[in-house]
């Protein structure tokens, strides 16, 4: 069983910064990991992915304002969201992809408002 758990989610104002973490068990390096949103009453997304290889996909909505980034050594994978508007407000889950299947944390809530 891989253990995900994120951390770093918050309310900020819009133009504001914060950056989340993920930190999954096991052997993390060969993980492929992404970001997930779900804002109330949409359906869920995929905003950001980075593989084992640390090759990085971003939905459109959020190219050239966050950024995902991952050290092996901590097993953590960081999702950086710059310039932030109230649309982003929603709860961001990680997922780790591993060869046994696909694991989940419990999410982390984002609120971007004045």
């Known amino acids: 069983q891989v253990q995900v758990m994120e951390s770093g989610g918050g309310l900020v104002q819009p133009g504001g910064s914060l950056r989340l973490s993920c930190v999954a068990s096991g052997f993390f390096s060969s993980y492929a990991m992404g970001w997930y949103r779900q804002a109330p009453g949409k359906q869920s997304e995929l905003v950001a992915s980075i593989t084992k290889t640390e090759t990085t996909d971003y939905t459109d909505s959020v190219k050239a304002r966050f950024t995902i980034s991952r050290d092996n050594a901590k097993k953590t994978v960081y999702l950086q969201m710059n310039s932030l508007k109230p649309d982003d407000t929603a709860v961001y889950y990680c997922?780790?992809?591993?060869?046994?299947?696909?694991?989940w944390g419990q999410g982390t809530q984002v609120t971007v408002s004045s």
């Open positions: 997922k780790a992809n591993t060869r046994r299947g696909d694991y």
